[in-house]
């Protein structure tokens, strides 16, 4: 997601950073991400853009703590202008590219894997940009832990049909769905992306992976 350059964007990630909100370092944390959130349940987002899902789940489950990483600022600008005084002491951001994953978390910390909407790159040149990738894959089996889970959801049929092809060959896929919000899920927030799709009435592709070391 590209939004336009934001004149308060700088204000407001000053005003998260002395919140404790937005993590400047994430890799100080490594290793350490359950205490700090005083959980034992880490879910991370990858991609959270402008925020409604970390938003939303780490109210709706507040025993769990969430991490959710954006790598462009303006769009994370607005994420945590929603989070300020909703967002509790369970959720942190990162603004960074989530390439550098395995440097801010540590092998089998991470519960749950987010992956809401992933910007599916159409072009076969530019798959190596995907969240999707093998590289991505073997960074996201050393983080999980043993049974621990990645969901994705996205509109897109061919990102999502490539993703069951590459994730399937280090996960075990564990249920899916071709129209998600066919039923009302009150359990999932929807994302801002998502809300348009359901708009537009086009199915939403869901799938969850286990990790099984
Ligand atoms: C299509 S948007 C979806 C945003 C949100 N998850 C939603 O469902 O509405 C994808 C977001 O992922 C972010 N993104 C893409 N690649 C990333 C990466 N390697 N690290 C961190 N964020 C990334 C983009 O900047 C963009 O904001």
Not at 145 to 152: A, E, H, M, R, T
Not at 156 to 178: C, G, H, I, R, Y
Request: proline content about 4%.
């Amino acid at each position: 997601m590209r939004v336009r350059k934001k004149t308060w964007t700088p204000t407001v990630i000053q005003e998260a950073k002395e919140q404790n909100l937005l993590i400047e370092h994430p890799s100080q944390f490594k290793g350490k991400w359950k205490k700090i959130l005083q959980t034992d349940t880490l879910h991370v987002e990858i991609g959270a853009g402008k925020g409604d899902y970390f938003v939303e789940m780490s109210s709706l489950y507040p025993t769990i703590g969430w991490v959710a990483i954006e790598k462009d600022m303006h769009v994370a600008a607005y994420a945590l202008r929603k989070s300020f005084g909703v967002v509790l002491n369970n959720g942190k951001f990162i603004i960074d590219d989530a390439n550098l994953i395995d440097e801010w978390f540590e092998e089998n910390e991470i519960d749950t894997l987010h992956l809401n909407f992933s910007d599916p790159w159409p072009k076969k040149a530019h798959h190596k940009r995907r969240l999707t990738t093998p590289d991505f894959a073997v960074k996201y089996q050393k983080l999980l832990k043993n049974q621990g889970q990645i969901i994705l959801k996205t509109d897109n049929a061919a990102f999502f049909e490539d993703s069951l092809v590459v994730l399937t060959k280090t996960f075990q896929m564990e249920d899916v769905w071709v129209n998600y919000r066919q039923q009302a899920h009150p359990e999932d927030a929807i994302t801002e992306y998502e809300q348009r799709f359901i708009e537009l009435n086009q199915p939403i592709y869901r799938v969850i992976w286990r990790n099984n070391k």
